[in-house]
């Protein structure tokens, strides 16, 4: 089982849906967790942490299931500029950031 | 508001010679990291350099590789005998501490080995 494991993309949506990516991690251990952005041949920019109770920010809500060591992130209300790889990150006991393999999300005008 | 720098863009070299990365963190922070992400794959995680030492490194960070803190503010990846498939893009990310949640990454280096 990989580590951090994501849907595989990529996602084509109409702009305005609302889209919903999901991972899961395989090492129970792991104490944070995180959803990246990358655009093509840029850097991965921190999007959001995601808590145990669920956070929100503006379109992007993250939720956190340690029982199923499942994350998800919803985008609500999809933008054209909101098309990018989207990359599930779980730190483990050692600091180390594990890295999902990343969805691909193309936002359609 | 601050960055991470990486020099150069873009490098190209050729199989067997010896490169070095180049990050220049920001200026308060004090853990410096190395990723490397493949055309096409996931970033991968090479090592972690606290208080002039490596806290933590990878099995992809072998004796070809190493780090330093030459100067008190670059940060550098020396990649020795490189090979062709060391070619990917190195990212430097710098937190302000440990346990930072955020590490902030420099716009990385693409290393072409021909």
């Known amino acids: 089982r990989k580590e951090v494991e994501q849907d595989p993309g990529p996602f084509n949506v109409p702009e305005g849906a609302t889209v919903a990516f999901n991972c899961t991690y395989s090492?129970?251990?792991?104490?944070?967790f995180f959803w990246y952005r990358q655009d093509c041949r840029k850097e991965p920019k921190l999007l959001m942490s995601?808590?145990?109770?669920?956070n929100e920010d503006g379109r992007f809500t993250a939720q956190l299931n340690r029982a199923s060591q499942y994350i998800s992130l919803l985008i609500r209300d999809s933008k054209l500029s909101d098309s990018a790889t989207y990359l599930c990150v779980v730190r483990n006991s050692n600091y180390q950031l594990i890295w999902g393999a990343g969805t691909k999300l193309i936002i359609k005008p | 508001e601050p960055e991470v720098t990486q020099t150069p863009s873009h490098q190209v070299t050729q199989m067997g010679q010896e490169v070095i990365l180049r990050c220049v963190p920001i200026s308060n922070h004090l853990y410096f990291y190395w990723y490397r992400q493949i055309l096409g794959q996931k970033v991968e995680f090479l090592v972690s350099f606290y208080n002039n030492e490596i806290s933590e490194k990878s099995e992809i960070f072998d004796d070809q590789f190493s780090v330093e803190r030459p100067d008190g503010s670059n940060f550098t990846l020396k990649i020795r005998s490189t090979k062709l498939e060391d070619s990917a893009m190195y990212f430097c990310?710098?937190?302000?501490?440990?346990?930072?949640?955020?590490?902030?990454f420099g716009p990385g280096t693409r290393l072409t080995v021909t």
């Open positions: 090492n129970s251990a792991s104490q944070s």
């Open positions: 990310a710098t937190t302000p501490e440990g346990t930072s949640y955020e590490q902030y």
């Open positions: 995601v808590y145990s109770s669920g």
